[in-house]
Structure formats: C-alpha cells, structure tokens
Nanobody
Framework: VQLQASGGGLVQAGGSLRLSCAAS????????MGWYRQAPGKQRELVAT???????NYADSVKGRFTVSRDNAKNTVYLQMNSLKPEDTAVYYC?????????????WGKGTLVTVSS
C-alpha cells in the first residue's frame, strides 16, 4: 500500500486547510485510514481516523475543529481543518491499517507540513 498526501501549507490562525491522501496498491486490505501529526520536539500523535464503516476517532485537541472523511471510491481520506491554531503546526502523516482492533497503523505516507502563523 502506498499513501500520497497533499494539501499542506502556510495559513494564518483561524484559517482552514484541507489535506488529502490517496491510497494505491493492495488497498483491499485496508480497514481504516487517518491522520497523525508530529510537531517539532514532540512525539507523533493521533489526529483522526475513520474506519471503512465510517466510525471516527479524534484527538481531543481537534474535536469540533477538524473533520476526517473518506471517499472509498477514490481510496482517499481527507482532513478538513478549521479554526487552525499555531499549536496545530506540525508535519501531518497519512496512515492506514488492515485491522480495526489493532492500535498501530500498518502503512504510512510521507508527511505534509502544516504551518499556522499567529
């Protein structure tokens, strides 16, 4: 499975961005896709995930501001980020996994940088 993310960039605080991630390869095995992020000097953390069945999981820090969605026909996952804050600045990684009941993700894309200026 290959994951290709796009959509990062520079935005002012309060602004919005939408990230996209297209999956290719042996995608039939995927049962969940989502986003993680890693800020400078911090560990990588969960942002949001969505199963094939539409069950979502969000980090508390992004609830109400970010929305994860999927287009299964296009094998693509999106992250709509609204009301961005400087603390959202990070490299955002697209990820996918085969088993829903396993915490770790199996596949990772290259990150896309999101910078939120104050």
């Amino acid at each position: 499975v290959q994951l290709q993310a796009s959509g990062g960039g520079l935005v002012q605080a309060g602004g919005s961005l939408r990230l996209s991630c297209a999956a290719s390869g042996s995608i039939f095995s995927i049962n969940a896709m989502g986003w993680y992020r890693q800020a400078p000097g911090k560990q990588r953390e969960l942002v949001a995930t969505m199963t094939n069945g539409g069950i979502t999981n969000y980090a508390d820090s992004v609830k109400g501001r970010f929305t994860v969605s999927r287009d299964n026909a296009k094998n693509t996952v999106y992250l709509q980020m609204n009301s961005l804050k400087p603390e959202d600045t990070a490299v955002y990684y697209c990820a996918a996994k085969d088993q829903i009941d396993v915490e770790d993700m199996d596949y990772w894309g290259k990150g896309t940088l999101v910078t939120v200026s104050s």
